[in-house]
Nanobody, 119 residues
Framework: VQLVESGGGLVQPGGSLRLSCKASGFAFSDYGISWYRQGPGQERELIAYIGTADDATSYVGSVQGRCTISRDNAQNTGYLQLDSLNAEDTAVYYC?????????????WGQGTQVTVSS
């Protein structure tokens, strides 16, 4: 199982970014995807989730209304669109998938992608 995030970078306040989470090594379409972020000196927090279908989405916290989670099962890729970014969105963003293996649920994380919002 491998998850690789990309799409982060430096963006000005008010800007947008689309993050990607490329998955391999498992049946991607069978599992939901979560996105988390961890700001400087902060704990990692859940910000969005999408189930196996595009209409099963949920958002948490301050990203609500500024964030869209989606997936392309044909490309084994999940996406997180971030809009109206501000300095408080500066963080490392991670995707996570929970897979049932060996009779238990196991968390798999990507390496993260840095998003920096600054003028």
């Amino acid at each position: 199982v491998q998850l690789v995030e990309s799409g982060g970078g430096l963006v000005q306040p008010g800007g947008s970014l689309r993050l990607s989470c490329k998955a391999s090594g498992f049946a991607f379409s069978d599992y939901g995807i979560s996105w988390y972020r961890q700001g400087p000196g902060q704990e990692r927090e859940l910000i969005a989730y999408i189930g196996t279908a595009d209409d099963a989405t949920s958002y948490v916290g301050s990203v609500q209304g500024r964030c869209t989670i989606s997936r392309d099962n044909a490309q084994n890729t999940g996406y997180l669109q971030l809009d109206s970014l501000n300095a408080e969105d500066t963080a490392v963003y991670y995707c996570k998938i929970v897979i049932f293996q060996d009779s238990r649920w196991i968390d798999y994380w990507g390496q993260g992608t840095q998003v920096t919002v600054s003028s």
